[in-house]
């Protein structure tokens, strides 16, 4: 499987696709090339995201977790709160002001040198600086 290249402002990852999410990797292979606005989480913890609103990609829960990893990427694909993309950068709860949500985890950073680090100042952009612009592109 293809990787994916992520760029927040400066900072830069490869993430691989998860095989264990097929249809979710397939909806968001539709979206891409992506660019956004990263934000940081109102209800997650350490985490950014990207909100959708009313799309729904069309997936059922697959792969998902209420607890995704630091740069485990997860989409909420929409139902009791908006549709969603989550980038942690340390520990998280998909959540919403309806409660608890679980997101399908479809990609995951390839760990490299710094990379932690990496997502830790993602995250403190989001919080401290407000809206990033995010990229994400299959290589």
């Not at 090339?33 to 959708?52: A, D, M, N, Q, V």
């Not at 998280?92 to 399908?104: E, F, I, M």
Request: charged share 25%; glycine share 8%; with cysteine.
């Amino acid at each position: 499987m293809s990787e994916l290249q992520i760029r927040v402002g400066d900072l830069h990852f490869s993430a691989r696709w998860e095989a264990d999410a097929p249809q979710t990797v397939a909806a968001m292979r539709r979206l891409l090339p992506l660019r956004s606005k990263l934000i940081h989480c109102r209800w997650s913890g350490e985490s950014t995201w990207i909100p959708y609103g009313d799309f729904r990609p069309g997936v059922d829960w697959e792969n998902h977790t209420s607890h995704p990893a630091p740069g485990q990427l997860a989409l909420y694909p929409g139902g009791i709160s908006e549709c969603e993309i989550f980038l942690p950068y340390g520990a998280c709860t998909t959540s919403s002001k309806v409660g608890q949500l679980a997101a399908n985890h479809f990609a995951t950073v390839v760990p490299d040198e710094g990379w932690e680090d990496r997502l830790r100042e993602v995250g403190r952009r989001c919080l401290w600086e407000g809206a990033q612009e995010i990229e994400i592109v299959e290589a």
